[in-house]
């Protein structure tokens, strides 16, 4: 979806699950046999056409903000276990406005509070991500825009 969204159109279309795995791989390229086991162990076909991907940079408009396309990159990665985490995507530099203390949106209202995080949640970031998610300036107490 996010992809989706920077685009502004469709990046996998297709009008069945068939042709959408062939968008796919045109744009990602064929995806290792490790790859395909990662994502279903039990896949027995596991012959692929041999397909160079595009590369991101080549999928999206040359204007497109670089961290954006890092981000997308990162996302979009057929083995999950070499996906970016959560919590690594949430403080990716692409979201960095988001942390200014003095943030307004368009609409001319303040930010929502996005750095309230439940005890668990800040336990399962760690303190590198812990660090970069929550400005130092944040205090729920204390900033008028969070009450």
Known sequence: VIAELIKGQPVFKGDSAHTQIIEIIKKLGTPSQDDVTAMNPSYQNKELPKVEGLGWENIF???????????????????????????????????????????????????????????????????????????????????PQFH
């Open 61 to 143: 408009e040359k204007e497109t903000d670089k961290n954006a396309i890092d981000l997308v990159s990162k996302l979009l990665v057929y083995n999950p276990e070499q996906r970016i985490n959560l919590y690594d995507a949430m403080a990716h530099p692409l979201f960095d406005e988001l942390r200014e203390k003095d943030l307004i949106l368009p609409n001319g209202n303040c930010i929502p509070d996005l750095f309230g995080f439940s005890e668990r949640e800040k336990h399962e970031m760690g303190l590198k991500n812990r660090e970069e998610l929550i400005p130092s300036w944040y205090n729920p107490l204390t900033s």
